[in-house]
């Protein structure tokens, strides 16, 4: 029965995580160990509800992120942009991590799209 009231009301999704290959190749070099364990953690989280950790981006000037989503890291430092795909097939698609300075990591995200 407690089984039962713990999730009357919420379904249990599990989304699968898909990386553009740059954050592998150039954005986790740049991150320091605590920042990136931080950033892991995150993807852990998006497997069940990426919605909940995440908020809409725009159109930020020249650089249309609609459709795209932004993860506050690091005291609000850096940005993780994802892109929740298909809700059928559950996907979400982590397309670049970095600072926000300067909008850095919106323009490298813009970029790969």
């Known amino acids: 029965m407690i089984y ?3 999730w009357k009301n919420e ?3 599990m989304y699968n995580i898909e990386f553009h290959p740059k954050v592998f190749e150039d954005d ?5 160990n605590e920042v990136l364990e931080e950033v892991l953690l995150y ?4 497997k069940q509800n990426p919605f909940k950790y995440s908020s809409k981006l725009y159109n930020l000037g020249k650089l249309n992120l609609e459709g795209y989503r932004k993860t506050y890291v690091a005291n609000a430092t850096y940005r993780i942009v ?7 097939a559950k996907v ?4 670049a991590v970095g ?5 850095e990591v919106y323009e490298e995200a ?3 799209i």
Do not use: A, G, T
């Not at 979400?92 to 397309?95: I, R, Y």
């Not at 600072?99 to 909008?103: G, L, P």
């Open 28 to 32: 986790f070099e740049e991150l320091s």
């Open 43 to 46: 993807f852990q989280k998006y």
């Open 82 to 88: 994802i892109k929740i795909e298909n809700n059928i």
């Open 99 to 103: 600072k926000r300075q300067n909008k």
């Open 11 to 13: 379904e249990l999704v």
């Open 92 to 95: 979400v698609e982590v397309v």
């Open 4 to 6: 039962k009231s713990i």
């Open 110 to 112: 813009f970029k790969r």
